[in-house]
């Protein structure tokens, strides 16, 4: 599958974005999707995961309580609210996609496809 991430751009520290991530066609609801984010000079960190069906779900420790990751399969859409967003938040946001449970979907060395990325940005 092939994806697309949009959404991101520039927020005042604690302000709210959504990013999307839009698989090319139906087997889309075959793959678990992460976000992952990266920085100059930095690995590609997980950030959350959603298994196929949106029932189970999983999120790095300083994201819990104000990311949600959400997908809608008729839409072959995969989602990110951010919410309280901090500057340390600023990266380059990337959806990633493997076919799979949601353990496939928590290491960028398991993703088998990537999307684009989008930039967030969040300013003091």
């Known amino acids: 599958v092939q994806l697309q991430a949009s959404g991101g751009g520039l927020v005042q520290a604690g302000g709210s974005l959504r990013l999307s991530c839009v698989g090319s066609?139906?087997?889309?609801?075959?793959?678990?999707v992460g976000w992952f984010r990266q920085t100059p000079g930095k690995e590609r960190e997980f950030v959350a995961a959603?298994?196929?069906?949106?029932?189970?779900?999983s999120y790095a420790e300083d994201v819990k309580g104000r990311f949600t990751i959400s997908r809608d399969n008729a839409r072959n859409t995969a989602y990110l609210q951010m919410n309280s967003l901090k500057p340390e938040d600023t990266a380059i946001y990337y959806c990633?996609?493997?076919?799979?449970?949601?353990?496939?979907?928590?290491?960028?060395?398991?993703?088998?496809?990537w999307g684009q990325g989008t930039l967030v940005t969040v300013s003091s």
């Open positions: 066609d139906r087997t889309f609801s075959t793959f678990a």
């Open positions: 959603i298994s196929r069906s949106g029932s189970m779900r």
């Open positions: 990633g996609a493997r076919w799979g449970p949601i353990a496939n979907a928590q290491s960028a060395t398991d993703i088998g496809s």
